[in-house]
């Protein structure tokens, strides 16, 4: 039976007649040319005027037609996305809103670049309709069911994903779903149809007994095909050849408020002096920083974004880059903010896999690449990476500087192989710290040796150290004195090489090990068993009742006790 036969069809045209409140789950396509795709010009407000009110007339029917707790999914390019994303958070009635759950990155597009990274990216974008924004509607996903196959390594033939002491915790039938599908198949997109493949997984996600499904499958008036390369819409990038004024001073981590020191540079300087300007701001989720607690209402956040990244535009040179990492609920409104002042050229995704948190697993990291209109590009194609069909186990990676004929591909805009830091041994003190490759990565691509690098949030000072590495110039500022002598520190701990090279010799945190005398994969092993019992997942206080010595454990070993829950509800899950 084909998927669409599972579904109800919408007539997009015909939507005022059906009934509210009719469907559980709405797939909508937005439709798109790979004209569209691979143009990096700044829409004009006709155009966003035209995309808005075009694909806002069905927004608005899917709102009254979607139940309680339903959920809308919209397939499309994440450069328009996000003014639907922009809408859908807009959308309210006196009985019910619209909540963004996920930015799933379909890892689809297999055509080749042109002079820029392989476009692999297509956007899902899925939003719940709840009654409440603060308690949000339970909502249905059988990520129970729906799980990705293992993969074992080309060379040694493990499990690709290297356990080390948690191989007690791999569920048999396979990993969780998370907001990054990279098991997907690849295909050279030549019409703008849905991939079935893709259709199907939603449907085995949301399916349940009595489930009204519906898919707007209208196709549009103008097919997509393989020929239409947009080229006439596309700068060149090229190389730099900005020289920056001798008065200016490179290479310092400035103790300020980086809003007041772009205002200074931009007035300085009106054409902008620096070739990249990279932001990884607080993201807004509560996180204690040194002194303050990163959180505010999400409009003040917003606004608050939008002004250092007008003044990140301001401050880059004409052909200048302009990069900022973010969540991709708050990238949404980074990205139509920046569309309408810069020329948009990636949504690029960082698939790094943090702590499970909802029905799918978060992984999904945006990094927004834009340049500057009016100036001559810089790109560098990062070299070719090891296909992901090889694990990352020490002793496999040597094996395989052995054998000549390893299979490589080309780095695209979904970056897999660039994986977060979890070990304290290559951590600062600083809660959100990213890792030297990623940032090596960002300033190798899209500048040259001797270029102007600027980051308004230095933080521990990744983005100085690599560009000193990469003989980078660089500006960093950094509100948080604490932070500033953190990068200055870091700074001194690059040490030079025989081939005029840098080294960077890490100083970890130091953090007292907990030893209890008891293995930790022993006490999770029991918890989850005493779970197994019990049949269902205890709290400390039950555990305390039924294994006084496992409940001793378990507080001085797990001073977060929801871990522990999320590892035992998951080896519950596998024996459902």
Known sequence: MEIYETMQILDITKLNSVLQDSFDVIIFNTFFTLEEKYSYQIPSNEDVSNFIEAKTQYLDNFFR?????????????????????????????????????????????????????????????????????KSPSPFHLNTKKVRIPYKNCEVCGKNIKDWGGKKHLINPLGANVSDVWRDVSRLTLNDNIIPEFILK????????????????????????????????????????????????????????????????????????????????????????????????????????????????????????????????KWCIYHATFLNNILNFRHWIVWDALSSPAGKIMPAHYAILYYTKPGGKITFNYPSDIEADSYCLR????????????????????????????????????????????????????VTNPNDLVYDPFCGAGTTAVCAKMLKRNFITTEIDENYVKIAKDNLRRLQPTLQNDYVFIRAPVKEKKISIGVPKKEIEIKFIELCKSQKKVLTLEEVKTVNETLFKNISNYYPNFKTLKKIARRRLEMSD
Not at 102 to 120: F, M, S
Not at 213 to 228: F, H, M, T, V, W
Not at 405 to 434: A, G
Request: charged share 30%; net charge positive.
């Open 65 to 133: 037609i979607l139940k309680n707790s339903g959920l809308l999914f919209i397939y499309g390019l994440p450069k328009w996305l996000p003014y639907i994303g922009n809408y859908l958070d807009s959308l309210k009635n006196d009985h019910s809103l619209m909540i963004f759950k996920y930015w799933i990155a379909l890892a689809l597009d297999k055509n080749e670049a042109r002079r820029t990274l392989c476009p692999e990216h297509i956007g899902l974008l899925l939003y719940l309709k709840s009654r409440n924004r």
């Open 201 to 328: 997984r939603i449907y085995d996600l949301t399916e349940k007994k009595s489930f009204s499904i519906g898919y707007s499958k209208e196709l549009s008036k103008r097919p997509l095909n393989a020929q239409d390369s947009g080229s006439s819409s596309r700068e060149n990038p090229t190389v730099s050849t900005v020289n920056k004024p001798l008065e200016f001073k490179f290479n310092r981590v400035i103790h300020t408020d980086s809003l007041k020191y772009m205002e200074e540079i931009s007035k300085r300087y009106p054409e902008g002096i620096f070739d990249l300007a990279f932001a990884d701001p607080p993201y807004n989720l509560a996180k204690t920083y040194s002194n303050y607690m990163d959180i505010q209402d999400a409009r003040d956040y917003i606004n608050w974004c939008d002004k250092w990244l007008g003044l990140m535009a301001k401050v880059i040179r004409p052909g200048g880059v302009l990069m900022v990492l973010n969540l991709p």
């Open 394 to 445: 020490i002793s496999c990676r040597k094996e395989r500087k052995k054998i000549k004929n390893i299979k490589k591909v080309k780095v695209t805009d979904i970056w897999w192989d660039i994986h977060r830091i979890k070990h304290k041994r290559d951590r600062d003190e600083h809660p959100c710290q990213l890792p030297l490759n990623l940032m090596k990565r960002i300033i190798e691509m």
